[in-house]
């Protein structure tokens, strides 16, 4: 299904929605000014063209036991579309890879990795990055504090 043209009503659903996603039908509607179908209707329809893509619980990092937030730059020997295909494949499958990115610049793609603590960081490091063929380098930072972290877009 196309994206539809988003209006204002539109645009405060998604607001809402991402604010609240387990906002009644009824509150959502009231907030909006729809009544309950006609509102109904709209987020159906965000849901299907995949605007709306999914909804999920935001879970407290520290909170699960998951404190450490590594970021990783990794260069690889040669940008081959096959070598690129094959590496996104790959860390796609890693469940403490949050986050993945094909860059520009001097790096091909930069990592968001979660773990308990360093030893656990030194054998994903070991066990299953360096392992990779095709990897020239590999740059890891370790985040000290989480200054700002959102999932909301700034829809207008």
Same mark, same amino acid.
């Given at each position: 299904?196309?994206?539809?043209?988003?209006?204002? %009503?539109?645009?405060?659903?998604?607001?809402?929605?991402?604010?609240?996603?387990?906002?009644?039908?009824?509150?959502?509607?009231?907030?909006?000014?729809?009544?309950?179908?006609?509102?109904?209707?709209?987020?159906?329809?965000?849901?299907?063209?995949? %605007?709306?893509?999914?909804?999920?619980?935001?879970?407290?990092?520290?909170?699960?036991?998951?404190?450490?937030?590594?970021?990783?730059? %990794?260069?690889?020997?040669?940008?081959?579309?096959?070598?690129?295909?094959?590496?996104?494949?790959?860390?796609?499958?890693?469940?403490? %890879?949050?986050?993945?990115?094909?860059?520009?610049?001097?790096?091909?793609?930069?990592?968001?990795?979660?773990?308990?603590?360093?030893?656990?960081?030194?054998?994903?490091?070991?066990?299953?990055?360096?392992?990779?063929?095709?990897?020239?380098?590999?740059?890891?930072?370790?985040?000290?504090?989480?200054?700002?972290?959102?999932?909301?877009?700034?829809?207008?």
């Amino acid at each position: 299904m196309p994206i539809p043209a988003l209006d204002a %009503v539109d645009l405060k659903i998604l607001r809402l929605l991402q604010d609240d996603g387990r906002m009644s039908l009824a509150d959502l509607a009231g907030k909006v000014g729809l009544s309950s179908s006609p509102c109904l209707r709209r987020v159906r329809i965000l849901e299907k063209s995949g %605007v709306i893509a999914r909804y999920v619980a935001v879970l407290d990092q520290r909170a699960v036991g998951l404190p450490v937030s590594v970021f990783v730059s %990794v260069k690889l020997e040669k940008q081959r579309e096959e070598l690129l295909e094959r590496f996104a494949r790959t860390i796609a499958r890693w469940p403490e %890879v949050l986050e993945c990115y094909l860059m520009t610049g001097p790096r091909d793609y930069w990592l968001r990795v979660v773990v308990p603590d360093l030893a656990t960081y030194e054998r994903f490091l070991k066990q299953k990055l360096t392992r990779l063929e095709g990897i020239a380098s590999i740059e890891s930072s370790f985040a000290l504090e989480q200054v700002k972290y959102t999932n909301v877009l700034p829809v207008a």
